[in-house]
């Protein structure tokens, strides 16, 4: 059974970071396809950041520059490092994670998600 837990979330002011972590259990993160999405109040969820087992990355435009995507493979956690946040980062933030290793729109596993709210 794949789980994934997201940490990390919280309020900041805008021009702050934060960073988010997806511990794993029952997939491995360092051979998986592994992502973050936010959804945001009366929005679709989107992807903002993607890295694939050989370790291609992508990211949102709107997220370029400011977040970082990275691995701890001896912890098998993900990470998500945000910098220079704004206001319209904020939302419910969700790891996931998949199977096919080289898919950079990870959507087989989910985790429950963790809330970032940026004030202005």
């Known amino acids: 059974q794949v789980q994934l837990v997201e940490s990390g979330g919280g309020l900041v002011q805008a021009g702050g970071s934060l960073k988010l972590s997806c511990t794993a259990s029952g997939i491995i993160v360092s051979i998986s396809a592994m992502g973050w999405y936010r959804q945001a109040p009366g929005k679709q969820r989107e992807l903002v950041a993607a890295v694939t087992s050989g370790g291609v990355t992508k990211y949102a435009d709107s997220v370029k520059g400011r977040f970082t995507i990275s691995r701890d493979n001896a912890k098998n956690t993900l990470y998500l490092q945000m910098s220079s946040l704004k206001p319209e980062d904020t939302a419910v933030y969700y790891c996931?994670?998949?199977?096919?290793?080289?898919?950079?729109?990870?959507?087989?596993?989910w985790g429950q998600g963790t809330q970032v709210t940026v004030s202005a």
């Open positions: 996931a994670g998949d199977k096919r290793r080289s898919t950079l729109w990870p959507n087989d596993y």
